[in-house]
Every structure is written in C-alpha cells, then in structure tokens.
C-alpha cells in the first residue's frame, strides 16, 4: 500500500483550506434574508434558526463547514478532548447540542480558545456558554450565559452525528449534518444543505443580482408594484 508524505497532506490541507476560503467568501456577500428567500422559493422552509439561539458577541458575520459535536445530558465519561477538537478545522462552524434542557455552559473560554487556535469561525449551541469575554471577536451563539460547568451534567458523544437545533421555519427545528454550510449576519443564521449547495449559492447569486436591478429602478423614481411586476426574482430557483 502507497502511504501519502506529509508533504502531500499539506497540500490537500492547503487546497481544501481555500476551496472552503472561497465558498467563505462568496456566501459572505449574499445576506442570510435573500438566502432564507431562495431557499424558501427551493422548497427548504425550514433552514433558519431560532432568534431564541441569541448572539452572545458583538461578532455577527460568518460563514464555513458544521463541525457537529453532539452530546447527551447527564453523568458520562464523554469522549477525549483530542477526540472534540480534531474534529473542529479551519473555517468550520462549531455546533454543539443538543442541550437537552442541560442550563450550564457547555462550552467556555478554554475550549472555545482550543477551538480559535485550530481555526473556528463560529460557535453555535442551543445550550449555554460562558467566558464570552475571551473570545469578543469570535460569533458565538446560543440560549445564553451561565457560569457554571456543565461537569457532570452533559457530555459530548460523537463528532460524526446531525444535531437538531431550534428553527424559525414551519417546522420549527432544523437538523444540522456535518459539512452542512451555516451563514450568520445580522438578520440571523441560515443552514445550507450540504448536497444543494453549489445550486443554492449559484440561484442566490442570480437573485442578488435581479434584486440589485430593482432596488436601482426604484431609487430612480420607478413604483414599486411596477419594479416587482417587471422581475421574476425566483422563477430560475431550482427546486431541492
């Protein structure tokens, strides 16, 4: 069997690392509200979350891969720290939950500086965090603050399993997998399926530009009904 050098895994490394930097960036220009239109016009309703999972920082825009680590409330040995932060890498989303009613941080300064270090653009959980001081640049969502440790009380389970957190949409929950694309901006934070990806980011592109039509034939003085009448802004959205 060929065994691959460390040279090669650099490089693999490296082109995944701006394969992710470049899908950062381009979803970076697209607001979270005219994704949440396309995906809505896709047949995907329920892909944003709850504004019950409240920003904790003053950093709100982000974009990057789910890092899934799920857990279980209740006494248990958990896996390794090795084992929860390897499967944190650069760019990623950290998701963590579901809490389960556990209302102690399941995460704080320690971990989420771990975290920072291996290249974490974002912390979100539908549990508690705490520490939020040592990480202000760092987005990080969740239910809110606690000082407490949640030592005994929760534990982390598995890095490979889809986390059901809050939704804003009909259903009311939306299922995170790992690898799934999670985009966050003042409006909120809206999660991308995995398999759709490329299509949805292709559509929403062709939507920002129609809506950029518009917003300047209105700003010239056009009504409207008019401009809307004269753009169909979804009708090229594939449907998921």
């Not at 979803?27 to 979350?49: H, K, M, Y």
């Not at 958990?78 to 102690?104: E, Q, R, W, Y």
């Not at 239910?143 to 005994?152: A, E, F, I, K, Q």
Request: a positive charge; one cysteine or more.
């Amino acid at each position: 069997m060929t065994r691959s050098s460390p040279r090669s895994h650099r490089r693999q490394a490296s082109a995944l690392a701006d394969a992710i930097n470049a899908i950062a960036t381009r979803l970076g220009q697209l607001p979270v509200a005219l994704l949440s239109d396309t995906l809505e016009a896709a047949g995907l309703p329920d892909q944003v979350l709850s504004p019950a999972l409240r920003p904790l920082t003053m950093a709100r825009r982000f974009a990057g891969p789910a890092a899934c680590l799920s857990g279980r409330a209740g006494p248990g040995p958990g896996l390794a720290i090795d084992a929860v932060d390897t499967a944190v890498t650069p760019g990623s989303i950290v998701v963590i939950g579901p809490a389960n009613g556990c209302d102690m941080a399941l995460a704080g300064g320690n971990m989420i500086s771990a975290w920072r270090r291996r290249g974490a653009a974002a912390v979100i959980t539908d549990g508690r965090l705490r520490d939020a001081a040592d990480y202000p640049e760092l987005p990080a969502l969740a239910r809110g603050h606690s000082p407490r440790n949640c030592r005994g009380a929760w534990h982390f389970i598995a890095t490979d399993r889809p986390i059901p957190l809050a939704g804003a949409g009909p259903a009311g929950r939306v299922t995170i997998h790992p690898g799934d694309w999670l985009v966050g901006d003042e409006d909120g934070v809206i999660v991308l399926p995995r398999a759709q990806l490329s299509a949805l980011i292709e559509d929403a592109g062709l939507v920002a530009e129609i809506e950029e039509q518009m917003r300047a034939q209105i700003f010239a003085g056009a009504a409207r009904g008019a401009v809307y009448a004269g753009h169909d802004r979804f009708g090229h959205v594939r449907r998921a």
